[in-house]
């Protein structure tokens, strides 16, 4: 009878020869195996590699799953949406800006993932789409009526009511025309140099006496709030964009002329620094300058309001050198980072538990 906890593969200690084999040839068997060389790995092999922009951009992808993650607190989600656009900002500033230097500068080398510079950028086109898809539908469809259910607003010129109306054209005259500056476009007019991560309105005028059209950009003031709250409603927490604001009341910047349409565009510049250690002569100045050109940079992205007439669009593209795979359709809101500022409302349920943290008191000292 065996003995009770041996296995039958055991004897004495020893492992048992397989069925059909002594001990003597499975041992040469295993020797025989051990000494094999390796297999052969093509280093070369791209299939082998990641590609570093396609990489980030799953990182930001995995940021963005949080803010379609239902389960998640409400103000949260808003919160990872506007890290996601901002995440995005940079990486179009430098990553793309960087690839576009490549294709300028002709570099020749192919990196060990195998995709040149070009292929890179419309494999980054798809994926920032189809990211930017997901990130406008979870905005429209499903965090502003949950918003909405939590009596939080966000308002249209079309869904407010009569009061708000007036009150937004108050805030306009006192708080937004005294800043803004239309600039006309036409032979006299070149398109103006815009500013990196601005939002603007291109607006379509008509002169009723002469029927002729004209064409103007207004730049949306980065110094006031882009969420503005509303004070005439006296229940809830209301606010409208100022994008909105202003193409409501966009016929008192044009006197004699009507406004035919209006649509929203946004641009993002090439921000990447350029120095050169061993031939400045003051690092500090240098970087100085450097930075002031952030602003100016050549354009890597328009964001342009899938609505706006293909006339319009090639218009834009043509000032400011923009060929199509750098140009992007968006179906909302542009620039989900201002939405920081309503992830900042003090509603605790709808953020995550405060974490407070606790000292271990194995590691307290004794002394204290």
Sequence with gaps: MQERGKSDTHVAGQRKPPTGRTLSE?????????????????????????????SWLAFNRRVLNEALD???????????LAIVSSNLDEFFMIRVAGLKDQ??????????DGLTPEEALDRIKEEVER?????????????????????????????????????????????VFPILTPLAIDPGH???????????LLMALEDPLTRTERIAVVQVPSILPRLVR????????????????????????????????????????????DIAEDEAS???????????????GAVVRLEVDRGMPKKQRKMLMRAMHVPARDVYYVDGPMNFADLMSLAALPRRNLKDRPFAPRPVPRLRDDTD
């Excluded at 300028?104 to 060990?112: A, I, M, Q, S």
């Excluded at 079309?158 to 708000?164: I, V």
């Excluded at 003051?282 to 100016?296: F, G, I, N, Y």
Aim: proline letters at 7%; one cysteine or more.
């Design 230 to 273: 509303i004070a005439s409603y006296k229940h809830g927490d209301h606010f409208v964009f100022l994008e909105d604001v202003i193409a409501a009341n966009a016929d008192a910047l044009f006197a004699g002329h009507r406004v035919r349409s209006r649509f929203a565009f946004r641009v993002t510049r090439n921000a990447d620094l």
């Design 131 to 175: 990211m930017t898809g997901l990130a406008t539908s979870c905005f429209l469809d499903d965090i502003v009526p949950a918003l909405r259910r939590e009596g939080i607003f966000i308002h249209t010129s079309d869904d407010m009511d009569e009061a708000a109306r007036e009150w937004c054209a108050s805030y306009f005259t006192g708080s």
């Design 26 to 54: 499975d041992t040469a068997s295993i020797e025989t195996e051990t000494s094999a060389p390796p297999s052969t790995v093509d280093l070369e092999d791209p299939s082998l590699y990641f590609n570093r922009e396609l």
């Design 282 to 296: 003051d690092l500090l100045k240098t970087v100085e300058e450097q930075v002031r050109r952030r602003r100016w």
């Design 103 to 112: 294709i300028d500068l002709g570099v020749p080398d192919v990196p060990p």
């Design 190 to 200: 070149p398109f103006p140099h815009l500013l990196n991560r601005s939002l603007n």
């Design 70 to 80: 239902p389960e998640v607190p409400l103000l949260e989600r808003l919160k990872f």
